[in-house]
């Protein structure tokens, strides 16, 4: 199976434009987060996604949002970007079902895009 | 909230030496614990998990760690490392309702020949 892929690997953009980043799921997985791994806060959750619908989301401003379209892909978008953006921005898939009350898997992480904001 | 501490930043080791590497968490629930690697320029590899059983889990690569409940750690160790195993560590938990991982900093491990 494919592992987790993300596009673009790099990205270079000014302050006060926007990104769109983008994450397919291993074949199978339904469930994708996101998270933001910086040298100075580490990495930090920034959303959950299952079957179209955010079911968890981090402590991050109302400017990075995301979605999950029917075939599982993801995206996510940071708006009116700050130099404080740059980081590396890795998804993750899992195999957890819609109704699994106890989660017994594990996600697995994509090779991130890195985001430098100038 | 849920935190995730590992007390090791940095660790120098020699190849042959044995090594174990600090994870403790606060939450009072039932928790799944992992460690991800992170060698350079390589993406986050899962090394090991535990969610339930025996609490001496088995990873990739040679690794163990051994969840201790009445310490809410989870250490991982490896008896004898390797030049190969120079990377990030980082340990995780989450919730069974969840995905959502909290990360601790990350131990940066580095093994010279």
């Known amino acids: 199976k494919a592992g987790v892929t993300q596009t673009p690997r790099y990205l270079i953009k000014t302050r006060g434009q926007q990104v769109t980043l983008s994450c397919s799921p291993i074949s199978g997985h339904r469930s994708v987060s996101w998270y933001q791994q910086t040298p100075g806060q580490g990495l930090q959750f920034l959303f959950e996604?299952?079957?179209?619908?955010?079911?968890n989301k981090g402590n991050f401003p109302g400017r990075f949002s995301g979605r999950q379209f029917s075939n599982s892909r993801s995206e996510m978008n940071v708006s009116t970007l700050e130099l404080g953006d740059s980081a590396l921005y890795l998804c993750?898939?899992?195999?957890?079902?819609?109704?699994?009350?106890?989660?017994?898997?594990?996600?697995?992480f994509g090779p991130g895009t890195r985001l430098t904001v100038t | 909230a849920q935190s995730v501490s590992q007390h090791n930043h940095h660790v120098i080791l020699s190849e042959a030496a044995s090594l174990e590497l600090g994870c403790n968490y606060s939450?009072?629930?039932?928790?799944?614990l992992f460690w991800y690697v992170q060698y350079p320029g390589q993406h986050l590899q899962l090394l090991l998990k535990y969610f339930s059983g025996d609490p001496l889990v088995k990873g990739i690569k040679g690794f163990e760690a051994e969840f201790i409940k009445s310490k809410f750690s989870f250490n991982l160790r490896k008896p004898s490392v390797q030049w190969s195993d120079t990377a990030e560590y980082f340990c995780a938990v989450n919730t069974p309702n969840t995905d959502k991982l909290i990360f601790g900093t990350g131990t940066r491990l580095q093994v010279f020949p």
């Open positions: 939450y009072g629930g039932t928790v799944n």
């Open positions: 993750a898939s899992s195999s957890r079902g819609q109704g699994a009350r106890v989660s017994t898997t594990s996600q697995y």
């Open positions: 996604y299952f079957s179209e619908t955010q079911r």
